[in-house]
């Protein structure tokens, strides 16, 4: 009789030609074997898919392998990978990161010694495509248990590795199609149901600044966090007031710093706070303009 499949390793890719390889292969060689692959393009318009498949054919590891006819996007495209997905567990891996060999032994072991939580998140590291530098997502840990208000406050959860519980996932109907920021609105479902874990070993590597990152498209990032509080803000007003504040304080941060503008200004003005590290970003904005 064939083994239960214990998780599903979700990969959803869109013109990642150059890095399909060493995400695929950071998967295939987990030390943790009881996985399968579900190799989902979203459509790329390069040679991923070409890549990927002859990469997965060539291994032992049990896969299903589809090329989208269309872009669904991020929301629409993982739930369709989840779809084809048997695994106990979950975790999703995007066509330009890679995985510490380690990652799914790590929070397997963790999980399963931590049965209360749902979802487990870890550390890890984001690394810079242009300048080949890394950094550390967390110096301390974080916090475990029940989340959602933290959440909703604006607690930073890595959004690369998470390990999820599937039946949970299909008990809140996965991902929301509706929405841009779609991690965050599935940890906010998630974390009103069951406990969130922890695991701070760094196992994870997150590509940026490779030209094809969602997270720096300011307009679609700011559509999806307007979603977000519009869900909650009648539910948890004074939650989505803290979270809407660290957001836009981001925002106004890399508007200033990397795309300084008479718009982005704007932006700043309109969405005033009365707070110390957001108006700064006002006097850095006029600052770098004028450079």
């Known amino acids: 009789m064939e083994k239960q499949v214990l998780v599903s390793i979700i990969i959803l890719s869109y013109n990642h030609e150059r890095f399909i390889t060493r995400s695929i292969l950071s998967a295939i060689h987990q030390t943790f074997t009881n996985f399968e692959i579900i190799y989902i393009d979203n459509n790329s318009h390069d040679r991923s898919y070409e890549k990927g498949l002859k990469i997965l054919e060539d291994s032992p590891i049990k896969f299903y392998a589809e090329k989208i006819s269309i872009n669904l996007g991020i929301a629409k495209g993982l739930n369709y990978g989840l779809s084809h997905s048997n695994g106990e567990f979950v975790s999703f891996l995007a066509g330009d990161d890679w995985w510490d060999i380690e990652n799914l032994f790590e929070k397997i072991h963790y999980a399963n010694a931590n049965p209360q939580y749902g979802m487990v998140y870890g550390n890890g590291y984001a690394y810079n495509n242009l300048t080949q530098k890394i950094n550390l997502f967390y110096n301390r840990p974080p916090a475990s248990g029940w989340l959602f208000k933290n959440i ?27 929405g841009k920021v779609e991690d965050l609105d599935l940890w906010l479902r998630i974390a009103k149901i069951t406990q969130i874990g922890y695991v701070h070993k760094a196992l994870i590597f997150y590509r940026y600044n490779n030209g094809n990152n969602i997270s720096n498209n300011f ?44 718009k982005s200004l704007k932006f700043i003005l309109k969405n005033y706070k009365l707070d110390y590290l957001y108006n700064k970003q006002i006097i850095k904005c006029l600052i770098n303009m004028s450079k």
């Open 152 to 178: 909703l406050e604006g607690l930073s959860i890595n959004p690369h590795g998470v390990l999820y519980n599937h039946k949970i996932l299909k008990s809140i109907g996965c991902f929301d199609e509706n």
């Open 219 to 262: 307009d679609y990032m700011l559509e999806g966090c307007q979603y977000i509080f519009n869900k909650y803000v009648q539910e948890y007003p004074k939650e989505v007031k803290k979270l809407q504040l660290k957001q836009y304080t981001s925002f106004a941060y890399t508007l200033a710093e990397h795309h300084p503008s008479l």
